[in-house]
Nanobody, 124 residues
Framework: QVQLVESGGGSVQAGDSLRLSCVASTRTFSGYVLAWFRQAPGKEREFLAAISWSGYSTTYADSVKGRFTISRDNAKNTVYLQMNSLRPEETAVYYC?????????????????WGQGTQVTVSS
């Protein structure tokens, strides 16, 4: 079992930056692929980024490529999402997710563990 707790959300202005963190309670953190998703009101949950066990490989959705960076610190059981140049349409609840298995997945159903989410509000 893996428990995930996100933090770092808040209210910012368009163009600002924000860094989200997600701490996992597991002794085998380095054995999990981690990802970030978001869900805006009335919309489906959307994949943003994923990172491999070692952190050497990352994948991004086209909508955030070049502006968001996913990283992990296996010594701290933590995955991060650095978000730059935020836009009002990116207002959503942001979730981290984990899977024990292969890297390279972007569907919700591929991830078995989820945090409770953290709200990010971007105003214009």
């Amino acid at each position: 079992q893996v428990q995930l707790v996100e933090s770092g959300g808040g209210s910012v202005q368009a163009g600002d930056s924000l860094r989200l963190s997600c701490v996992a309670s597991t002794r085998t953190f380095s054995g999990y692929v981690l990802a970030w998703f978001r869900q805006a009101p009335g919309k489906e949950r959307e994949f943003l980024a994923a990172i491999s066990w070692s952190g050497y490989s990352t994948t991004y959705a086209d909508s955030v490529k070049g502006r968001f960076t996913i990283s992990r610190d296996n010594a701290k059981n933590t995955v991060y999402l650095q978000m730059n140049s935020l836009r009002p349409e990116e207002t959503a609840v942001y979730y981290c997710a984990a899977r024990a298995g292969g890297y390279g997945h972007s569907r919700m159903d591929d991830y078995g563990y989820w945090g409770q989410g953290t709200q990010v509000t971007v105003s214009s």
